[in-house]
């Protein structure tokens, strides 16, 4: 169900409410029952729920995750055995 806001045209007052799209437009101000103007509102915030995209999708890699040039492998970075036996 959408949001909607109004503003009293008379005293200002402003408020939302939860309406179904096929429900009528307020049209009395609960303060002072004067006519009520809808404002066209911001729309829907964003809801993140879960364990987040940032935590899966974005972050960066730990720091503590050796490099591919820093592999504990025999090959230094320029493909070179470091002494290994399967020379």
């Known amino acids: 169900?959408?949001?909607y806001e109004y503003v009293c045209t008379q005293c200002g007052h402003t408020f939302?409410?939860?309406q179904?799209?096929?429900d009528k437009e307020l049209n009395k101000c609960p303060?002072?029952?004067k006519k009520l103007r809808r404002v066209i509102g911001g729309g829907a915030?964003?809801?993140f729920k879960g364990?987040?995209?940032y935590?899966?999708?974005y972050k960066k890699k730990s720091h503590s995750e050796p490099k591919k040039s820093e592999s504990k492998g025999c090959h230094n970075a320029n493909g070179a055995c470091?002494?290994?036996p399967h020379a």
Do not use: H, Q, R, Y
């Open 1 to 3: 169900m959408p949001t």
């Open 16 to 18: 939302e409410v939860l």
């Open 20 to 22: 179904n799209m096929d």
């Open 31 to 33: 303060k002072c029952s």
């Open 45 to 47: 915030g964003l809801i």
């Open 51 to 53: 364990s987040g995209f």
């Open 55 to 57: 935590a899966t999708d």
């Open 82 to 84: 470091n002494g290994c």
